[in-house]
Antibody
Framework: QVKLQQSGAELVKPGASVKLSCKTS????????MSWFKQIPGQSIEWIGM????????GYNQKFKGKATLTVDTSSSTAYMDLSSLTTEDSAVYFC???????????WGPGTMVTVSS | DIQMTQSPASLSASLGETVTIECRAS??????LAWYQQKPGKSPQLLIY???SLHTGVPSRFSGSGSGTQYSLKINSLQSEDVASYFC?????????FGGGTKLELK
């Protein structure tokens, strides 16, 4: 069955960077897309961007360009998201999710909580 | 960006009741709409896609309808396990955007 396992919670200092991972199993990662999302607890969900594992091609929400960088490692069926120059506004839960086609999301990871604090 | 306005923001209903959640898009999204359920501390779960198609394994008491800019999610015969937050998502145009959410509680 399809599984998405995300890395553990992170506590990072302002100005630092963090790399989150999303390890997949149960489907053909190398010919699939992966999207990433941000959710501040108690608030709505924002789409950050997506990556095609086949060639590493990416598409970003303009709001997150320069903040998030998406990559993949097809040898381990893992997607990554780098978040840079972190501020307190980046404190949130970050989800990876596999889309049906490109559009809606039928499998989600459990989320990674990122807390930015000095 | 397409703005998704969801209402109500919160809703209190009794077991067995029928509830409806609305989502309005800032422009025509041609049925490119999904609904998700999210329980506290969990990831969202897909309920409905293409505005009115029920995702595999989702109980038939959930249904979606609408067209153009107006869409709705209906839950018939509310069960205790339906207590959750619900979000709509448009996928007609990038960036994909979500409604503000509806928190459903039991009365």
């Amino acid at each position: 069955q399809v599984k998405l396992q995300q890395s553990g919670a992170e506590l990072v200092k302002p100005g630092a960077s963090v790399k989150l991972s999303c390890k997949t199993s149960g489907y053909t990662f190398s010919t699939s897309y992966m999207s990433w999302f941000k959710q501040i607890p108690g608030q709505s969900i924002e789409w950050i961007g997506m990556i095609y594992a086949g060639d590493g091609g990416t598409g970003y929400n303009q709001k997150f360009k320069g903040k998030a960088t998406l990559t993949v490692d097809t040898s381990s069926s893992t997607a990554y998201m780098d978040l840079s120059s972190l501020t307190t506004e980046d404190s949130a839960v970050y989800f990876c999710a596999r889309p049906r086609g490109l559009w809606y999301f039928d499998f989600w990871g459990p989320g990674t909580m990122v807390t930015v604090s000095s | 960006d397409i703005q998704m306005t969801q209402s109500p923001a919160s809703l209190s209903a009794s077991l067995g009741e029928t509830v409806t959640i609305e989502c309005r898009a800032s422009e025509d999204i041609y049925n490119g709409l999904a609904w998700y359920q999210q329980k506290p501390g969990k990831s969202p779960q897909l309920l409905i896609y293409n505005a009115n198609s029920l995702h595999t394994g989702v109980p038939s008491r959930f249904s979606g309808s609408g067209s153009g800019t107006q869409y709705s999610l209906k839950i018939n015969s509310l069960q205790s396990e339906d207590v959750a937050s619900y979000f709509c998502q448009q996928y007609y145009d990038y960036p994909w955007t979500f409604g503000g959410g509806t928190k459903l509680e039991l009365k």
